[in-house]
């Protein structure tokens, strides 16, 4: 299973006989459970994006959700979990809680939505964020994500690649 680069960062596929993967998922459920946040209540246990069986970035072409683990000087700091649907890629980033305020959310968003418009048909890409959720509304505007009107769902047309 190879990871790739994008960017200044690399995505690893989630692996979990990996035991640094393990690591930064238990890390990661530890904080989500410290935080007694409205995510935990509308996601319950995230374990279901890193129970996925794991693909390489075919993933895209044959519609199976993938989670990657991004690394930035070679530490895990975010996932990513991606599902195609219909043509529209469904995102949800997490950022470790350590790690955030450091642009990452923005910059992974930019990376991620360029290399996909560019390399794979899809035709819309959408991330669906708490309306209380100040710090990833702002990354994803920032990263050129347009709120659609009446719900908390922000995407990106391929019509609008390259911002």
Do not use: W
């Not at 410290?34 to 994006?49: F, K, P, T, V």
């Not at 044959?62 to 991606?82: C, G, H, M, S």
């Amino acid at each position: 299973m190879d990871s790739f680069k994008i960017g200044r960062y690399s995505y690893e596929p989630y692996n979990p006989l990996n035991p640094k993967h393990r690591e930064f998922y238990q890390k990661l459920d530890e904080e989500l459970n410290e935080e007694d946040s409205e995510l935990l209540e509308r996601l319950g246990d995230i374990s279901y994006m890193f129970e996925q069986p794991y693909y390489e970035l075919e993933a895209f072409e044959i519609n199976k959700p993938t989670t990657y683990l991004v690394e930035d000087n070679n530490k895990f700091v975010a996932f990513i979990y991606l599902y195609v649907r219909n043509n529209i890629l469904l995102i949800y980033l997490g950022v470790l809680k350590e790690e955030r305020g450091k642009h990452y959310s923005t910059n992974i968003n930019i990376d991620i939505t360029d290399y996909i418009l560019d390399n794979f048909d899809i035709d819309y890409i959408r991330v669906c964020i708490d309306e209380d959720n100040i710090g990833s509304i702002k990354a994803v505007t920032n990263a050129g994500f347009i709120k659609e009107e009446d719900n908390n769902v922000y995407y990106v047309k391929r019509k609008q690649k390259g911002r």
